[in-house]
């Protein structure tokens, strides 16, 4: 069974910075994503990263303050999170899939095949 190793999460004040990471246990993937999920709320996409040639997706709420990166000598991925407001609180998943989606079909959940657990992220004002 693959898995998905997040870690990362927290509490952090208003223009505070977290950092997430996701490890998939054993492979790589081709195409890897954060999608958050604030109580009430759906699950809404973040930022995605193909794996062969760092291209990039985020969404339109979070650029310029967060940034997707990968490690290939960790195999892992890392949500970079700065200047975070109390809308930025969800739990933060990660998700991943064997195919390298092109841009466009990066940010649909439905496009990933395996998911962490998720990391709370809360940010107070």
């Known amino acids: 069974q693959v898995q998905l190793a997040e870690s990362g999460g927290g509490w952090v004040q208003t223009g505070g910075s977290l950092r997430l990471s996701c490890a998939p246990v054993?492979?790589?993937?081709?195409?890897m994503a954060w999608f958050r999920q604030a109580p009430g709320n759906e699950r809404e996409f973040v930022a995605a990263?193909?794996?062969?040639?760092?291209?990039?997706v985020l969404a339109k709420s979070v650029k310029g303050r967060f940034t997707i990166s990968r490690d290939r000598a960790k195999n892992a991925v890392f949500l970079q999170m700065n200047n975070l407001n109390p809308e930025d609180t969800a739990i933060y998943s990660c998700?991943?899939?064997?195919?390298?989606?092109?841009?466009?079909?990066?940010?649909?959940?439905?496009?990933?095949?395996?998911w962490g657990r998720g990391a709370q992220v809360t940010v107070s004002s």
């Open positions: 990263i193909r794996w062969n040639d760092g291209n990039t």
């Open positions: 998700a991943a899939t064997a195919k390298s989606w092109i841009q466009s079909a990066m940010s649909a959940s439905q496009n990933y095949d395996y």
């Open positions: 054993g492979r790589t993937f081709g195409t």
